[in-house]
């Protein structure tokens, strides 16, 4: 690892932005502040709300700063450019801050029924787990497929709204989830190969992770149209519709635009882009669910 002697404040600073993983963690609040929004509609206590998005970035940061810390010595192979490796934070530094973030966490939580405080935790559980040695296993798309779904329950518990779609939500939640691991893991997977990771996304080689993520999109929301068409939660109609129409397209022009025969460095819009077409999925979802 580079170590650089004299940091001066602001090169801190610039390490632990990049270190807390700034893009996806963005796209985390931006879910879990719409799912809390929609639970508390229109009656929304704003500092419940503070206290749900808070406690949940405060973690959110500490699972960034934890998952750099855990992979420093892969980095030094593959990817010099990180904070760690490159020296702008130090090892230390990266798991001390990581650590009193979660204390924040708790400290956060504690005004808040037992439920969010549980489901939070079980979050906890499973993206640490990933980050300390999970993440290099096949296992690592259970990881997701049993944390994704957590994030809208958390949001709707914590601001003690708790209705019977919610159980519906883990199953589409752990599809979605698993697309997720395997679209975030498609763009590095030339260096997870080179240090002999076995990810679900190398077990399943590029073409079967690729095809398997956009299936996975495709069944979430094929999902989602059966519990309409039986009624087993019901929705307004014609925002499900449009909402579902709009995931089939997009995961399927994604498909097209971004075909592994193509190229087998899949850049890492794609991931952002999958992130995006899940958010309208389960947000238009919800959203039809409550009006």
Request: aromatic share 12%; glycine share 6%.
């Amino acid at each position: 690892m580079r170590i650089i002697k004299k940091r001066r404040p602001v090169d801190l600073l610039f390490g632990f932005f990049l270190l807390s993983h700034p893009g996806p963690v963005l796209l985390h609040m931006i879910a879990v502040s719409l799912f809390a929004l929609s639970a508390g509609w229109p009656h929304i206590s704003w500092s419940t709300f503070t206290l749900v998005i808070m406690a949940h970035l405060a973690m959110q940061l500490s699972i960034a700063f934890l998952n750099d810390y855990c992979d420093r010595q892969r980095d030094v192979l593959s990817k010099k450019y990180k904070p760690i490796v490159h020296g702008l934070v130090r090892p230390q530094e990266a798991l001390i801050v990581g650590i009193l973030l979660m204390i924040i966490m708790l400290f956060l939580l504690l005004p808040l029924n037992p439920l969010a405080i549980l489901t939070s935790l079980l979050y906890l559980a499973c993206m640490q787990s990933y980050n300390l040695g999970l993440k290099v296993t096949p296992l690592s798309g259970v990881v997701f497929a049993l944390a994704i779904p957590l994030i809208p329950v958390y949001a709707f518990v914590g601001m003690g709204h708790f209705a019977p779609f919610l159980f519906w939500i883990v199953p589409v939640g752990a599809l979605i989830g698993v697309a997720f691991n395997l679209a975030n893991a498609l763009p590095d997977f030339e260096e997870d190969a080179a240090s002999h990771a076995r990810t679900l996304a190398i077990v399943l080689g590029v073409q079967g992770a690729f095809i398997v993520c956009s299936l996975l999109i495709l069944l979430a929301a094929t999902l989602i149209a059966i519990l309409a068409i039986t009624n087993l939660v019901s929705a307004q109609p014609w925002i499900l519709l449009a909402t579902l129409i709009f995931a089939y397209i997009a995961t399927i022009y994604l498909f097209i635009l971004f075909k592994p025969q193509k190229s087998k460095q899949v850049p890492k819009i794609y991931f952002y882009l999958v992130v995006f077409i899940c958010l309208v999925l389960a947000g238009g979802w919800l959203v039809s669910l409550l009006v």
